[in-house]
């Protein structure tokens, strides 16, 4: 059965402590792997895109990174701007143009 | 503002009710999606229409239905709404099929008491 899991569900950081959200997939045929930011009450924001394993992206605290069954979004150094809450999604070949998403890690980071 | 317009923000309605959530895309994306998020639930995909075409339908209710007009604007009917139908329903929006991502509007939220 293809899966979407995040983990942790929940993470508090202290500001400037640098850690790594996990989402893991087992889909057939993905095809593209995205990170999305989303605030309280808004809309996700997109991040990146991933496409084959090995493949990183970077945005300035944030850098993504894929392999076969999973993908790390490592934060550096965070600051309590990055506060929210960060799905990943795949597109994959059994659902044509359109992502499943994951349940979320709800990121809080402590001034 | 992410470009992705949605009106009403928030909407309380009663149970057995209709109603209408509209969408406008970015200028320039064919491609609108409605997702439904719930605490329960996460995101879920409803439906995509492309250029005034219904594409794909994900896990959307019978009791729900959407259409994409000419000028690509989009609605979401939502009919004999029960308790269970109030959650976070947001429009996407993309150029064509979304590998590089959708642009999402910031949701209605929809109060079924």
């Known amino acids: 059965e293809d899966q979407v899991t995040q983990s942790p569900e929940a993470l508090r950081l202290q500001e400037g402590e640098s850690s790594s959200l996990n989402c893991s997939y087992t889909?057939?045929?993905?095809?593209?792997l995205f990170w999305y930011r989303q605030d309280p009450g808004k809309g996700p924001e997109f991040l990146f895109t991933?496409?084959?394993a090995g493949e990183e992206k970077e945005k300035e605290r944030l850098k993504a990174t894929l392999t076969k069954k999973e993908s790390f979004l490592h934060i550096t150094a965070p600051k309590p701007e990055d506060s929210a809450t960060y799905l990943c999604?795949?597109?994959?070949?059994?659902?044509?143009?359109?992502?499943?998403f994951g349940p979320g890690t709800r990121l809080s980071v402590l001034p | 503002d992410s470009g992705v317009t949605q009106t009403p923000k928030h909407l309380i309605t009663a149970t057995g009710q209709r109603v209408t959530l509209r969408c406008s895309p970015r200028?320039?994306?064919?491609?609108v999606y409605w997702y439904q998020q719930s605490l329960d639930q996460g995101l879920q995909f409803l439906i995509q229409?492309?250029?005034?075409?219904?594409?794909a339908k994900g896990n959307i209710l019978e009791r729900f239905s959407a259409q994409q007009f000419p000028d690509l604007h989009s609605e979401l009917n939502l009919s004999s709404l029960e308790l269970g139908d109030s959650a976070l329903y947001f429009c996407?929006?993309?150029?064509?099929?979304?590998?590089?991502?959708?642009?999402f509007g910031s949701g209605t939220r929809l109060t079924v008491v």
């Open positions: 999604a795949v597109q994959a070949d059994n659902y044509g143009q359109n992502f499943v």
């Open positions: 889909v057939s045929g993905l095809r593209g």
């Open positions: 229409y492309y250029n005034g075409e219904e594409r």
């Open positions: 200028s320039g994306d064919l491609s």
């Open positions: 996407a929006s993309s150029v064509g099929g979304g590998d590089n991502g959708y642009t």
């Open positions: 991933l496409y084959s």
